[in-house]
């Protein structure tokens, strides 16, 4: 190449990147260096068109040797940092996260100013185990850096609340929520974070605050409201949910904002009176929701169904009938949304062979719902049943797929209220099952719809649902009281021992009590149960219990909310005063973790104290799975009568007490009996399969399901 040459080839390279042309600028730079690798203003022109053209590696070397031969340019050092952290962008969006975190090193090295990259790494980091330390240096760092980046701070408290330095996470959340005034994003995040440590006052405060700045986002402060409720700050729920409805005019909206006004419960309760009167607000609430929104009213604001879903899960909790609330929640319901989808029925088919069941929930995966029901799907599939299974995402799992096989068919199901309901109506199904209902507001709001010509559903919620559009309740004998048709609305079908033949788990190996960090020389009581489940009359138990066994510890789990489980502990803990100075010396509230840990801390207690009015169901099979003897009370409903069904089946019926203080007497005695419990324990195993793995209930459930199938099912083959 002549010495003029390659000016005129950096000229026409010059005036294609003017023009736009970067990638023939880039290609005429190539050529160039390639026999002149030393004209650097070559190289620097080539950089530019490499980062118009998001060309990050080519930039990235041209950099590296630019940065070597000049060094006294910083802003190539900076530029090359720039290069690697869009790299580790790339690589990030494309899930590679290993590549990813190595390339934002890469930029955090060349350029120790890289805030960006350093950001970035921790995010990903702090969503793995063992990178959540590092990840809260790094933000720190950012932190210092960048005083004003707020996201950084969010991510930060959340890893603080992890690490439990929660004192550290509410200064900076409370300096947060000062400066938020224009930041929708982080005063909504930063009202979860509060909720999560216990901080109510701040968090309703808050979310007041916001709501004034944003009114338009009154969907996202009705769930901070919501967020509070779940965190048993009810009040506070209710202040946020009147100021949005103080200035909302929008129909639909106001309808929303009072259905959960005038239905929402706390999940704990600290005495009989404060349940009675939960009841009363909610049993006042409803009559005003169905006075204030009847039929008509509903056809006047054109209510979508998206909007009708609600189900009483914690009024099932307190002990109490809840028959005749459920009935009138059910009807009012059932209508609603009836006048909303006025068109959709059930469909009959004709010329086919075989009775069609559909299975709806949103529990066919791993989980308690899960355990129940896998084998009714597995044993119906190999009958003469063409079986299809209806799972409302959005999760899916390895359970989800084992069911999949044994169906004729498994729908996979994301749809809006209105399409749900359509496309299983589509389905001409001959019975449609729920094996729960209550615990997703979906299914409740499909099941208050006539799907199909018989509608059933089981005890995966065990209360009625109270709706007219519901046939049968399917329950267990063994676990019913005598006249427990009172209890229902629907039509009452029972099947032998279990109902099922459970799907038991494998047993982890063994951890030793300080592998768990729990007390060698300690009597420990598992009280297995959420803190909702925990009705305060359970208290005077664990009372006398430690009255007894002054070496007593109990050895609980907490919630998924913070609120429930301060509640509880409160509770619980001034009961213990009564007999204790240091009450907090018998108290153990373990993290909840996976099954496998739930099951070695099983396996070293001495025995399990059941709840009262509602007993272990899967709780209890776990205990027995590990030869952990079970003392229970039975209560009037069959919510309460679980462990007493099971214990009976396995011969333990000296486990089954008449009243709350034989429940801790016989506990007490089982705890300082060694070699009572361990021929107990013997026992349990021995016949624990007679109880879980019975193809009687199977058998019940088939003949009781074509029983039910309408006059002409002679027809099916």
Not at 655 to 684: C, K, N, Y
Request: hydrophobic fraction near 40%; include cysteine.
């Amino acid at each position: 190449m002549s010495t003029s040459k390659p000016q005129d080839t950096l000229d026409s390279a010059q005036a294609a990147f003017v023009s736009g042309d970067f990638a023939h600028a880039f290609d005429l730079l190539g050529k160039l260096l390639s026999v002149s690798p030393q004209l650097h203003q070559a190289r620097a022109l080539r950089v530019n068109a490499a980062l118009q053209l998001e060309h990050w590696r080519d930039a990235s070397v041209d950099l590296e040797l630019l940065s070597q031969v000049m060094p006294q340019h910083a802003q190539f050092r900076r530029l090359l940092g720039l290069c690697w952290l869009r790299i580790g962008n790339t690589h990030r969006d494309a899930k590679q996260t290993d590549t990813s975190i190595s390339a934002y090193r890469t930029s955090m090295a060349v350029d120790p100013h890289a805030q960006d990259a350093r950001y970035n790494i921790a995010l990903l980091l702090k969503e793995s185990n063992s990178g959540r330390a590092e990840a809260m240096s790094l933000l720190f760092q950012v932190i210092a850096a960048e005083p004003n980046n707020r996201e950084a701070q969010l991510h930060q408290s959340e890893l603080l609340i992890d690490f439990r330095r929660e004192s550290e996470a509410l200064a900076l959340l409370l300096e947060l929520a000062k400066n938020v005034a224009v930041d929708v994003f982080v005063a909504e995040r930063c009202c979860s974070l509060l909720l999560r440590i216990g901080a109510i006052d701040p968090a309703c405060e808050l979310a007041i605050r916001h709501f004034d700045q944003h009114p338009q986002r009154w969907r996202e402060a009705g769930r901070i409201a919501i967020e509070l409720r779940e965190n048993d700050a009810l009040d506070a729920a209710n202040i946020v949910l009147d100021r949005i409805l103080r200035d909302t005019t929008d129909a639909s909206t106001r309808f929303t904002l009072t259905l959960a006004r005038r239905l929402g419960m706390a999940s704990t309760y600290v005495s009989d009176n404060e349940i009675n009167l939960a009841r009363k607000i909610f049993s006042d609430g409803l009559d005003a929701l169905i006075t204030d929104y009847p039929q008509q009213i509903l056809g006047e604001i054109s209510l979508d169904p998206g909007l009708l879903l609600w189900s009483n899960f914690f009024l099932a909790y307190l002990g109490r009938d809840d028959r005749e609330l459920q009935q009138r929640f059910g009807n009012w319901l059932s209508a609603a949304m009836n006048h909303c989808l006025p068109t959709i029925a059930p469909r009959k088919r004709h010329g086919h062979l075989r009775p069609r069941l559909v299975l709806v929930s949103s529990f066919f995966r791993v989980c308690t719902v899960g355990s129940y029901f896998h084998s009714w799907v597995e044993y119906l599939a190999q009958g003469d049943w063409e079986l299809v299974v209806v799972q409302l995402g959005p999760h899916f799992d390895s359970e989800t797929d084992k069911l999949e096989r044994h169906a004729s068919r498994l729908l996979r199901l994301e749809l809006p209220q209105r399409e749900l309901a359509q496309t299983i109506a589509d389905l001409q199904a001959d019975i449609v099952l729920y094996p729960e209902l209550g615990m997703d507001a979906r299914t409740f709001s499909l099941a208050a719809l006539r799907l199909a010509p018989i509608q059933v559903c089981a005890w995966g919620h065990p209360v009625t649902s109270g709706l007219p559009s519901i046939d049968v309740f399917l329950s267990c004998a063994e676990m019913e009281p005598a006249h427990a048709q009172q209890h229902y609305s629907e039509r009452l079908q029972l099947l032998p021992g279990l109902g099922t033949r459970y799907l038991s788990p494998k047993l982890p190996t063994v951890a030793t009590r300080e592998e768990l960090d729990l007390p060698e020389a300690r009597h420990l009581y598992l009280v297995p149960q959420s803190p909702f489940k925990l009705h305060p009359h359970n208290d005077a138990v664990l009372v006398e219990v430690l009255r007894r066994d002054p070496s007593a510890l109990f050895v609980m789990f907490d919630g998924p909310r913070r609120g429930p489980t301060q509640n509880m502990q409160r509770r619980v803990l001034q009961a213990l005063n009564a007999v204790s100075s240091e009450p907090k010396n018998h108290l153990r509230i373990l993290a909840h973790g996976s099954r496998d840990y739930f099951l070695r801390v099983n396996k070293v207690c001495d025995v399990m104290l059941d709840s009262l009015y509602w007993s272990g169901g899967n709780t209890t099979l776990d205990a027995l799975h590990c030869g952990l003897p079970v003392v229970t009370c039975p209560g009037e409903f069959m919510r309460g009568r679980q462990s007493m069904a099971m214990l009976r089946r396995l011969g333990c019926d000296e486990l089954i007490v008449g009243s709350p203080l034989a429940l801790a007497e016989s506990a007490v005695a089982l705890a300082q009996d060694r070699t009572r419990r361990a021929s107990i324990s013997a026992r349990i195993r021995e016949r624990l399969p007679m109880l879980t793995d019975d193809v009687a209930p199977l058998l019940a459930l088939d003949k009781i399901l074509r029983d039910l199938l309408p006059s002409n099912h002679e027809n099916f083959a």
